[in-house]
């Protein structure tokens, strides 16, 4: 049974919108989740996610993250998209420590799903 699985990845231009979706287990539904990126050449890093719904700054006020919890799904609603934003996103459980957003926590890993923008 996959644990995290992601998608709604792809191709956008500048300035247009993805929605990420996660679905995950059922057992994942008392975990802290968010989303972490990471760039060719550049380490992951962590995007929006946590109990206090952390955000980058690099994408405060463009992406909002939500979660379904009778739908078992977290959500990642990128708009005003740029060049910049292109990475691999990853889904990312966690147990402890909810009110930060830091891969040194996470215990479970989706498959990651691409985003490519394009000016």
């Known amino acids: 049974q996959v644990q995290l699985e992601e998608s709604g990845g792809g191709s956008a231009q500048a300035g247009g919108s993805l929605r990420l979706s996660c679905a995950y287990a059922?057992?994942?539904?008392?975990?802290?989740m968010g989303w972490f990126r990471q760039a060719p050449g550049k380490e992951r890093e962590g995007v929006a996610g946590?109990?206090?719904?952390y955000y980058a700054d690099s994408v405060k006020g463009r992406f909002t993250i939500s979660r379904d919890g009778a739908k078992n799904t977290l959500y990642l609603l990128m708009n005003n998209l740029k060049p910049e934003d292109t990475a691999m996103y990853y889904c990312?459980?966690?147990?402890?420590?909810?009110?930060?957003?830091?891969?040194?926590?996470?215990?479970?890993w989706g498959q990651g799903t691409q985003v490519t923008v394009s000016t």
């Open positions: 946590g109990a206090g719904r």
């Open positions: 059922r057992g994942y539904s008392a975990y802290c």
């Open positions: 990312a459980a966690w147990r402890d420590g909810c009110f930060v957003l830091t891969q040194a926590l996470v215990s479970r």
